[in-house]
């Protein structure tokens, strides 16, 4: 079953004229979807209007039948549909660890504890919860966004190097985590990488090259 897909979508930046994603046409079905590609591909391009994040310079993004920017209702997706892990941690800094990680039930008009108590076990920050984002380590600001990504038990995650700032074992961790994610709330994965080791975790792979993308 297709969860999300895009009819050749393309990006241009009028700074340098520089098309970054060149008529991408995908079918995203449940599971784990990960792409690779080098700096520079137009992958961080392709994942941001995918997710609504970046209107494309021509064609379209569907998701539940409706074109993504066109159609749908943006804030109602964003609340309870979709999940976003950026390379930046984007952690709101006047506030501690728990209520960034709380955030998304928050917008959600929702108090998930179980959730939260789940989550910050897993990703081990327990002792964390009562810090502000200054305080904390790189990959502890990386594992919170995380955290707060995944409160909400999104239908589909987007992820833009999720696991960028993290030592190995951290890695293996939130990998974990993620596919058991997938697994349990029936979701889907949509993630950007370097790290070749995560494609075991990949239903479909993907590579992109100077904008185009291509199934390995």
Request: glycine share 8%.
């Amino acid at each position: 079953m297709v969860i999300i897909s895009c009819e050749y979508i393309s990006k241009t930046f009028p700074q340098g004229n520089v098309q970054a994603v060149k008529g991408a046409n995908i079918e995203f079905e449940k599971g784990i979807h990960i792409i690779m590609g080098k700096s520079g591909s137009g992958k961080s391009t392709l994942l941001h209007m995918l997710g609504g994040l970046e209107k494309p310079t021509s064609g379209r993004v569907i998701y539940d039948g409706l074109d993504l920017y066109k159609e749908a209702d943006m804030e109602d997706i964003r609340k309870y549909h979709f999940g976003f892990i950026f390379q930046a941690y984007n952690l709101i800094p006047e506030i501690n660890v728990k209520d960034n990680i709380m955030m998304p039930n928050y917008i959600a008009k929702r108090k998930d504890t179980k959730r939260f108590s789940e989550l910050v076990k897993r990703l081990g920050l327990e002792r964390q919860i009562r810090q502000m984002p200054e305080t904390l380590s790189g990959g502890e600001q990386q594992r919170c966004a995380i955290a707060r990504a995944l409160m909400n038990r999104p239908k589909i995650i987007f992820a833009d190097e999720p696991t960028g700032n993290l030592d190995e074992e951290n890695k293996e961790n939130v990998m974990r985590l993620l596919a058991e994610t997938v697994r349990e709330n029936d979701a889907t994965l949509i993630m950007v990488t370097h790290e070749s080791d995560h494609l075991k975790y990949a239903d479909r792979s993907y590579y992109m090259r100077d904008g185009i993308i291509e199934r390995r």
